[in-house]
């Protein structure tokens, strides 16, 4: 029997993350795994008018890649990506994985290189999104392998997801249309400041965000979603952050993450687990030690680390920030092949913005 969460999540992903309009040429990407969902979003695109394109990817196809192709293979970006850029106006990524580690046994460097093969990709794939020429959405499809690494049952971890997304209520678009009236009250507020100062727990970061723009995440980009997100001044950061959680990336675990800040760069790093992976990421282009993001997680239907991003970056109560590429419609102006969100729990801290205390004990106080 079909889950009827699948055709409710897929209405609101095609008519209010995306707006699909008729003639929309859209590009739906998943595994397998995520079959159900892909079809409840094919038919509501179709039934929205939109021309609509699928690609399945099979799991273990990029182990195979990183592991034994040549570095020739490595560095090879199909001119096929690029069109595929330039064609869509609409794409939604339904993330649906059966093995969240397979990638945690390859060489970080092997890693990188192809980051960095790809970085055209998502330069240009940022500045369609930035100029509003292209909307996109990346979800989730509940798995075995998403719901271990939560520490739930699948049948929790679909509670979890779902109620995320506000799937609970009668009409999510609706919960989510206030939510986005809540966030955006507070983006306009630090808008008008220009110093905010973290202090919490072995933390104590300093950076500028005047000039640049704080962007309302509620739903039109990640789904679900709850934060608001800026690039910081480039050179601006300073002091040091411990994060509370491992931070995450390629299906790597990197543990207790300490950085200090220079002029908004990283001159130490630190894990007490995983630390060669961290310094490889770190090295891997000139803007990788430069913050590209810095960001408050505002779901306070989120309260449980489960190690996947799209999640965990949204837990109200924290702030997370990416080292690595800006977002261009933030203002943000750092360029590197890396963007790598790590998460810091501010339930026993404060935030002070040009000097004023603006958020204690997990919630904005504005």
């Known amino acids: 029997m079909a889950d009827p969460r699948h055709a409710k999540l897929a209405k609101v992903l095609i008519s209010y993350s995306l707006r699909v309009e008729p003639g929309d040429r859209l590009l739906i990407t998943s595994t397998p795994l995520g079959a159900p969902l892909v079809r409840e979003a094919y038919r509501e695109a179709v039934r929205a008018g939109a021309h609509v394109s699928t690609r399945i990817n099979l799991g273990g196809l990029p182990e195979v890649l990183l592991k034994e192709g040549s570095e020739e293979q490595l560095q090879y970006l199909s001119p096929l990506r690029m069109q595929e850029i330039e064609h869509y106006n609409r794409t939604l990524n339904i993330l649906a994985e059966e093995n969240t580690k397979a990638l945690s046994g390859v060489d970080p460097k092997r890693m990188a290189m192809v980051s960095q093969t790809n970085a055209p990709i998502m330069e240009r794939y940022m500045q369609r999104a930035a100029a509003d020429e292209l ?29 995320a997304g506000l799937l609970d209520q009668d009409d999510p678009t609706a919960g989510w249309q206030k939510v986005q009236a809540e966030q955006q009250r507070i ?79 990283v001159t130490e790093a630190t894990a007490a687990k995983g630390q060669d992976f961290l310094h490889s990421m770190l090295d891997q282009d000139a803007g990788a030690r430069f913050l590209g993001e810095v960001a408050f997680g505002l779901n306070y239907g989120i309260q449980n680390f489960s190690r996947n991003i799209l999640f965990d970056e949204k837990i109200g109560g924290t702030m997370h920030m990416a080292l690595g590429r800006s977002y261009p419609e933030t203002g943000g102006k750092n360029e590197s092949a890396l963007h790598w969100d790590m998460i810091c729990d501010l ?18 106080t504005v």
């Open 135 to 163: 909307r996109w959405c990346l979800t989730l499809f509940p798995t075995h392998a998403y719901a271990q690494d939560a520490g739930m049952s699948l049948s929790e971890y679909e509670e979890f997801v779902y109620g």
């Open 187 to 265: 983006a306009d507020f630090l808008a008008q400041h220009d110093e905010i100062h973290i202090v919490a727990p072995d933390t104590d970061l300093t950076y500028w965000a005047k000039g640049r723009k704080w962007i309302n995440a509620s739903g039109s980009h990640n789904f679900p979603d709850g934060e608001i997100f800026t690039g910081p001044i480039e050179d601006s950061a300073n002091g040091h952050v411990r994060f509370t959680y491992p931070a995450v990336y390629g299906g790597n675990e990197v543990e207790d993450v300490q950085l200090v800040f220079e002029n908004g760069k």
């Open 347 to 364: 339930r026993e801290g404060k935030v002070y913005a040009d000097g004023e205390v603006c958020y204690d004990g997990g919630k904005f």
